[in-house]
């Protein structure tokens, strides 16, 4: 241990020299990862996981999706809101509780049950399907926009 110590000691230049390529070339790697947050990208094609993304995809058009919470707003806003989200392009589906019950029916008529998940402390929620996989760049540009124009992303 004292080697080591007296080696420190006597090289501290160089130690700091090669500390600093390190952390300069940590920065460049970092800068040049991209984060994926699809682990499907990572796997083999013939797990059936990877198998079933591919049929969504492929023959349903629903290969991601999102879920947009919405605060304080009536369900006339939120119908509008839907209806702005269905016009970007990428996007399949959306869909909400106002979907079923439109901007007349009051939420205080459906059981509690369902208000604590679709309509829990003012705060809606909004699905959203795109058409192609999660880790598509359309897709990932796509979320971006639905998130600016909901305010929620």
């Given at each position: ?72 707003a ?57 058409s ?22």
């Amino acid at each position: 241990m004292q080697k080591f110590t007296d080696f420190i000691c006597n090289h501290t230049k160089t130690i700091l020299y090669i500390t600093l390529v390190l952390i300069v070339l940590s920065i460049i790697g970092f800068s040049l990862t991209k984060v994926n947050y699809d682990i499907l990208v990572y796997l083999p094609e013939e797990i059936e996981t990877v198998k079933g993304q591919d049929i969504l995809t492929d023959d349903f058009d629903m290969g991601a999706y999102s879920i947009a919470t919405i605060k304080n707003a009536k369900n006339k806003d939120i119908i509008k809101l839907e209806e702005a989200i269905k016009q970007i392009e990428g996007v399949n589906e959306v869909m909400s509780i106002y979907d079923i019950l439109g901007s007349s029916i009051p939420l205080e008529m459906l059981p509690n049950d369902i208000i604590n998940i679709a309509h829990k402390d003012n705060t809606d929620l909004i699905f959203i399907t795109f058409s192609e996989s999660t880790s598509a760049k359309k897709t990932r540009s796509e979320e971006r926009r639905v998130g600016k124009e909901c305010n929620c992303g």
